[in-house]
């Protein structure tokens, strides 16, 4: 049985993208009906595997920290540093210190644009549903479940490539091997938007995929599907603006399915147990990746936001990464109250005392949860948080404004400036602008910072993408239609493939 584990944990990348064709002769690089007849062990064995290859495509080599936390992020004192090359945007020229052989080796740039780590997830996703069914143990409930997890895993595969690359090759049937080009991005986010509502539409008692499966949300739940789906519609919006209200409508229709985001299905926690959010698995929790120290299965703690901002955890006098003083300050006023100033940072404002000689870098503790490991300390011990609530109240507060009902819209934000101790929002506010910082405030850390610059395209406007003290990053509006926003494409992926082609703003 193990020898077949291994085998489905390790054979599943076809490389339909680079023409190399699948050796159906070779048994070893194949499950084989051994495997699917067997238990309903091995069945959920897969399934594990399929996770465990989107831990090793995002968690193994910062996916999260350097395309979404630090890309075109206020971050300053770089000047020495490769990551410069991330802060200002020059893709080439960080290609350039980080893989100027195009081996897609190494664990932070390489292991990123090497796409192949992401198409394992959809390869894998892709025989899970395909198989599944001659699993003879499973009732056809079981079977479904499957599938569903699969499905969303796929999807989520998807969104995260899109999100990097633009148009990428699609494809949904298992042991594909034959060359395929890219495929508009916004075909695929349209297919797997399509795939997704499938899967909810034939489930109309929530019994194939509930709100809560049974593993919190370290397993698909149908709060990460309807929060997966609201992500894709707001990027359509950015990629199709002349039908951008139709996709706004689209995140209002899922925000409000159910009535789940304003239901006690999930829950904001309060804010004097945030920890427990960023722990993992509480009821704020919509989809998270698994990290177990006691176990020894550990995310590349180098290549995580928490390691890079703390410090005094980590006995250093300086953190790696030190974000904009200015920035920091303009997020957070002194004279306006909020929590988060207090729980997220050590040092925000320093105390006016003439007795205080040495003044401490500003330290986020935000997602602090120190643990020990052998001999090494890991300061973000919790699992990863890909989605949780209050990314999904902020989407829908902001596709509400972008439809023109402000009154609704200023009631969803200011459930997380209320959950902050912070004074609502009102009327008189910029609300475009009010929302768009509030995510930034409250997602700082998550992976989402660069992202959403993108997308409402404010990484073109200067009072949102640079400050005061030259920090940030600003594109222009016609580099970034031109794909200035996305990726290179890892070279190896034209061999064989007559259809491939590069993002040629990075060429």
């Not at 209200?245 to 147990?273: C, F, N």
């Not at 550990?298 to 953190?319: A, E, G, L, S």
């Not at 997020?331 to 050590?346: A, T, V």
Request: proline share 3%.
């Amino acid at each position: 049985m193990l020898k077949y584990i291994h085998i489905g944990l390790l054979f599943i990348f076809v490389s339909a993208f680079c023409g190399c064709n699948l050796d159906t002769d070779d048994e070893d690089k194949m499950p084989g009906d051994k495997f699917w007849d067997g238990s309903a062990a091995n069945a959920e064995a897969f399934m594990l595997s399929v996770y465990q290859n989107l831990r090793t495509a995002t968690t193994d080599n910062g996916f999260f920290l350097y395309a979404g936390d630090i890309r075109c992020a206020p971050i300053t004192g770089l000047k020495t540093n490769n990551y410069l090359y991330l802060v200002q945007n020059n893709m080439k020229g960080y290609k350039g210190v980080k893989d100027s052989k195009d081996e897609g080796s190494s664990s932070d740039f390489g292991a990123i644009y090497n796409w192949r780590n992401m198409y394992k997830v959809v390869q894998s996703a892709n025989i899970m549903i395909e198989e599944v069914s001659n699993v003879k143990e499973l009732s056809s409930g079981e079977i479904e479940r499957y599938r569903a997890e699969s499905r969303f895993l796929r999807s989520l595969a998807y969104f995260f490539m899109v999100r990097i690359f633009g148009d990428v090759p699609y494809y949904t049937e298992a042991y594909y091997s034959a060359p395929l080009p890219r495929t508009d991005k916004q075909v695929v986010l349209k297919n797997c938007l399509a795939d997704l509502q499938s899967l909810l539409d034939s489930d109309p008692d929530k019994s194939i995929l509930p709100w809560r499966n049974g593993n919190g949300s370290l397993r698909a739940n149908r709060g990460a599907v309807l929060t997966l789906m609201m992500h894709m519609n707001m990027w359509l919006a950015f990629f199709d603006e002349t039908n951008a209200v139709a996709y706004y409508d689209e995140v209002k229709r899922l925000a409000e399915t159910d009535s789940w985001i304003d239901s006690d299905v999930y829950s904001l926690q309060p804010m004097d147990q945030i920890t427990e959010v960023f722990k993992g698995e509480s009821n704020e929790g919509l989809f998270e990746i698994a990290q177990n120290v006691t176990m020894g299965e550990i995310f590349k703690t180098d290549h995580m936001w928490c390691t890079r901002v703390v410090y005094q955890v980590r006995n250093k006098t300086n953190p790696d990464f030190t974000y904009s003083e200015v920035f920091l300050k303009q997020l957070y006023p002194k004279e306006i109250e909020d929590k988060r100033k207090d729980r997220w940072f050590n040092n925000l404002y320093n105390v006016d005392d003439e007795h205080v000689s040495i003044i401490r870098p500003i330290e986020i503790v935000k997602l602090l949860n120190a643990d020990s490991y052998g001999k090494n300390t890991i300061p973000n011990a919790g699992n990863y948080i890909v989605f949780r609530l209050a990314d999904a109240v902020l989407l829908y507060a902001e596709a509400l404004n972008n439809l023109g009902e402000d009154d609704k819209a200023l009631e969803e934000v200011n459930r997380i400036r209320q959950r902050a101790g912070a004074p609502d929002f009102t009327t008189e506010d910029d609300l475009d602008a009010s929302i768009y910082w509030e995510r930034v405030r409250e997602l700082m850390g998550e992976g989402q910072y660069f992202y959403d610059l993108v997308r409402t395209q404010k990484i073109c406007d200067t009072d949102f993408a640079t400050f005061s003290d030259e920090s940030g990053h600003r594109e222009k509006k016609a580099d970034l239609k031109q794909g200035s926003w996305t990726w290179p494409i890892y070279k190896k992926a034209l061999d064989n493939n007559p259809y491939m082609t590069k993002n040629l703003y990075w060429e």
